[in-house]
């Protein structure tokens, strides 16, 4: 493999892959100095105009204003998430985004208060390449994650294992690696560990069981956060972390040894870009079995999309109807065990519409499927059936992507646009059709059936 | 008559929780008419089938079903810790896991990938709409999703599809790649199949102007035209009646009943209905008391309807629920919703369930 192909690789990887203007060029240590450098600034996610209402405010309210509230937090999630599709879009820090979509889909967390969303999405970017133990502590306090696992109703009297059981089944030791008994005396060390009146953490000290537990066999009068600090401890959290970060960045068959060695110094300090350096330094990772090899999630494909071609959208609405359809919508996991991924993807419905979806953006045309009745709507009962009757009202770069090729003549052009938009290293045949079109078509017109084409084939859904 | 043998099994969700205590009213019990002074349907209002209990009286498709013989109810079916999050509870449903698994995979889904007879066919499970649930997904297979076989066929016909699979890449790289082009060509293929398959015959019959009762009338067509998928599903929307529940059951509840009663007919008309058995369930039932804003909040255990030509079991299968020992406010299940499963696999299928859903059940008798 090339430098290039390599850089390309890594762009795709620890990013949304190379955006309109950027070309694959230079050495492979500098293109990793420079992913892993360039993340220091990033913008919150924050809706300006919006009033934010404190759960107690709320309550305050009467039915009628109530009702007017929450349909607008529904309406503001979904603003977040196009805010978010847009900032991964056009972020200088697209390894700081590409962790943070896969932290999400990690400490993966559905409720209705956008405040709170916006709060957690934050803290989820702010430590995304920072150390796993912050990251970890501040996520665990936030205020989405308490109210979605019910740790606000988790009380001295009346424990409620939820938030412990899933701290450590899913956000850190996984199944197996813990008893019952870990779980109910670790639900006991949260207790009380809840939300204030503005909406912040608060750790409410007369429903908090301060008294003396016994977890992984250790003895005393443990706090929430000792509990956390205990479960970093155990080898079993760096390994499972790191096994999921190598499905997430390399590939969905996992090789156990280089998990276990990249667990063994993640372990010692928790340090995220640290690991990231390690994986996408290693030669493994632009091993031919480890090239092409993932099938991009609805959000990568979307906007892996947006970024190769510079996509302005007029109305950006329907790309939340492509989410639904193709089972990915941030903010709104299936559940805490957030999205399976890979092949998970795929079916006839969801598989036609992310072949067809290129040609509906640029025909300006809408979804060829409708989309389920979403049972958070807060009225799911008005509209019966959600039609994707947002057509699409986009525009293509094509000036600005044209400029990548100038060097190219004709008759290496479509060589050329294989290269740029697919991670398969070969080549793919140029259908006569397509042939016949471009040798009549003048070079704006080549580029646009080829790059079209190109980015409806099944092997374009690889990264 | 037709190309099928063996039998079929047709899955209809009603999605949003609906209020099984409305839809089968217990008028003989005075807690009901207590807790929903408003909400509650009148003794002399609904269409009685037996001594405890009747439909509402916007069923009367479902009323005629029981009569005739067609008809196994089952009261209070949920499960242990019920969730009364519709998306969790759905799930739930769905993938057929404890209130605390989280499963990727359907049971329909795991149905093909234990590769049962017949599922190498992309169509063994068929969901008409555009969008496939997670109950038809596996973790290898996956059911085939279809609302209009006319429509899906135009949709495939673009010479785009043909072009790309005949310029497939010859030297696999990837085995994720060769997936993918797999799953068109079986989409390709089952298009085509389907669409030839529907042209064969379509219902003459009137179903109400509905989703479903378009999706049960070309379940129908499939079905006369002989196309061998075992299982279908569909669903309908609007059932979370959290207000003006009693208008909306009514409306909705003459769509369900009237469209299940006319694919009935047709499925006898074709000699069909012997060998089919439809299940209709929703993903939980609602509170026993009535809110303020005279509709019902999230709840627990609902009734589940199974309506076939040959039932071995027929009438009410259980006692009705318990409306004065509840679990704060909400019905306390009797009957786990995975008995029946089991049972659909087992009889309908002549599946192991124990294979699909990973432990044995009490399989009920179907």
Do not use: C
């Given at each position: 493999m090339t430098d290039s192909q390599k850089i390309a690789h890594l762009y795709r990887r620890?990013?949304?892959?190379?955006?309109?203007?950027?070309?694959?060029?230079?050495?492979l240590n500098d293109a990793i100095n420079k992913i892993l450098a360039s993340n220091t600034q990033f913008d919150e996610l924050y809706l300006e105009d919006e009033e934010r209402v404190t759960a107690a405010e709320l309550l305050a309210m009467n039915p009628e204003q109530r009702k007017e509230i929450i349909q607008d937090l529904a309406a503001n999630i979904k603003k977040l998430n196009l805010q978010w599709i847009k900032i991964m879009g056009k972020a200088e820090g697209q390894l700081r985004e590409k962790m943070s979509l896969f932290w999400h889909g990690h400490f993966a967390v559905r409720v209705r208060g956008f405040a709170q969303v916006e709060s957690y999405a934050n803290t989820i970017r702010q430590h995304a390449l920072g150390n796993f133990r912050e990251l970890l502590m501040a996520v665990s306090k936030e205020p989405a994650m308490l109210k979605f696992l019910n740790n606000v109703q988790n009380k001295k009297n009346s424990p409620n294992e939820n938030f412990a059981r899933e701290v450590m089944?899913?956000?850190?030791?996984?199944?197996?690696?813990?008893t019952e008994h870990d779980i109910k005396e670790a639900a006991r060390a949260f207790t009380g560990w809840g939300i204030n009146q503005e909406d912040e953490f608060e750790l409410k000290t007369f429903q908090h069981d301060s008294g003396s537990k016994t977890i992984f066999g250790k003895t005393g009068n443990f706090e929430g956060e000792d509990v956390i600090a205990m479960i970093l401890e155990r080898k079993e959290t760096a390994v499972f972390i790191t096994r999921k970060i190598y499905r997430f960045l390399?590939?969905?068959?996992?090789d156990e040894s280089r998990v276990r060695e990249l667990a063994e110094s993640f372990h010692a300090n928790y340090d995220i870009p640290q690991l990231l350096r390690q994986i996408v330094s290693a030669d493994w990772f632009y091993a031919p079995e480890n090239i092409a090899s993932i099938i991009k999630s609805p959000v990568e494909l979307i906007v892996g999309l947006n970024r190769t071609f510079g996509i302005a959208y007029?109305?950006?609405?329907?790309l939340l109807a492509v989410q639904r359809v193709l089972g990915q919508t941030l903010f709104f996991?299936?559940?805490?065990?957030g999205w399976a991924g890979g092949r998970n993807w795929i079916d006839n419905s969801t598989l036609i519409t992310r072949l067809n979806l290129p040609k509906r953006l640029t025909d300006a045309s809408q979804l060829d499927v409708d989309v389920k009745?979403?049972?958070?709507?807060?009225?799911?009962?008005?509209?019966?059936r959600k039609k994707s009757g947002n057509t699409f009202q986009c525009s293509f770069n094509w000036e600005l992507f044209g400029e990548k090729f100038k060097e190219i003549s004709d008759d290496k052009l479509w060589e050329a646009l294989c290269i740029q938009l697919l991670a398969n290293t070969m080549l793919l045949q140029m259908p006569d059709k397509l042939k016949v079109q471009a040798e009549n078509s003048n070079r704006a017109e080549k580029i646009r059936l080829m790059a079209i084409y190109i980015v409806r084939t099944p092997d374009y859904q690889l990264s | 008559m037709t190309g099928f043998s063996g039998k079929r099994l047709v899955i209809v969700q009603l999605s949003g929780g609906n209020d099984g205590l409305n839809t089968l009213?217990?008028?003989?019990?005075d807690e009901y008419y207590r807790l929903r002074p408003k909400l509650g349907i009148a003794a002399d209002k609904v269409l009685r089938i037996g001594d405890e209990a009747g439909f509402n009286p916007a069923l009367e498709g479902f009323r005629k079903l029981f009569d005739e013989g067609a008809m196994g109810i089952y009261n209070a079916v949920g499960y242990p810790n019920?969730?009364?999050?519709h998306f969790r509870s759905m799930d739930i449903w769905h993938?057929?896991?404890?209130?605390?698994e989280y499963l990727n995979t359907g049971w329909i889904g795991r149905l093909l990938d234990a590769n049962c007879?017949?599922?190498?066919?992309?169509?063994y499970a068929m969901e008409v709409d555009d969008t496939l649930s997670l109950?038809?997904?596996?973790?290898?297979q996956s059911g085939f999703a279809v609302k209009d076989p006319q429509r899906l066929k135009t949709m495939m016909n673009d010479k785009f599809f043909d072009e790309i699979s005949a310029n497939?890449?010859?030297?696999?790289?990837s085995s994720e790649l060769s997936f993918l082009y797999k799953t068109l060509a079986r989409t390709t293929a089952s298009a085509d199949y389907i669409y030839e398959k529907s042209k064969i015959y379509n219902s003459a019959r009137i179903y109400p102007q509905h989703e479903l009762g378009n999706s049960l009338k070309q379940i129908a067509g499939l079905i006369g035209s002989?196309?061998?998928?075992?299982i279908y599903y569909t669903s309908i929307s609007g059932?979370?009646?959290?207000?003006?529940?009693a208008e909306i059951q009514q409306r909705l509840f003459t769509v369900v009943g009237d469209s299940l009663y006319a694919f009935t007919q047709d499925l006898k008309e074709r000699n069909e209905f012997n060998n089919t058995v439809i299940l209709v369930f929703s993903e939980f039932g609602r509170r026993v008391k009535q809110n303020a804003s005279n509709g019902t909040d999230h709840g627990t255990a609902n009734n589940v309807y199974l309506i076939g030509g040959d039932l071995k079991k027929k009438g009410?299968?259980?006692?009705?629920?318990?409306?004065?020992?509840?679990d704060d406010g909400d019905l306390i299940h009797q009957l786990d919703f995975r008995n029946i499963y089991a049972g659909l696999l087992d009889n309908?299928?002549?599946?192991?369930h124990v294979k699909v859903l990973g432990r044995k059940f009490e399989s009920t008798l179907i």
């Open positions: 620890a990013g949304f892959g190379l955006n309109i203007r950027e070309t694959p060029d230079g050495a089944e899913l956000f850190t030791l996984g199944r197996g690696n813990y390399v590939n969905e068959t996992v007029e109305n950006p609405q329907p996991p299936p559940n805490v065990a009745n979403d049972m958070d709507d807060i009225t799911p009962n008005e509209v019966e | 009213i217990p008028f003989r019990n019920p969730d009364r999050s993938t057929a896991s404890n209130s605390d007879p017949g599922s190498e066919n992309a169509w109950s038809l997904k596996g973790n290898y497939q890449p010859v030297t696999e790289q002989g196309m061998e998928s075992r059932f979370d009646t959290h207000a003006r529940q009410i299968l259980n006692t009705m629920a318990n409306l004065t020992s509840l309908v299928i002549a599946y192991d």
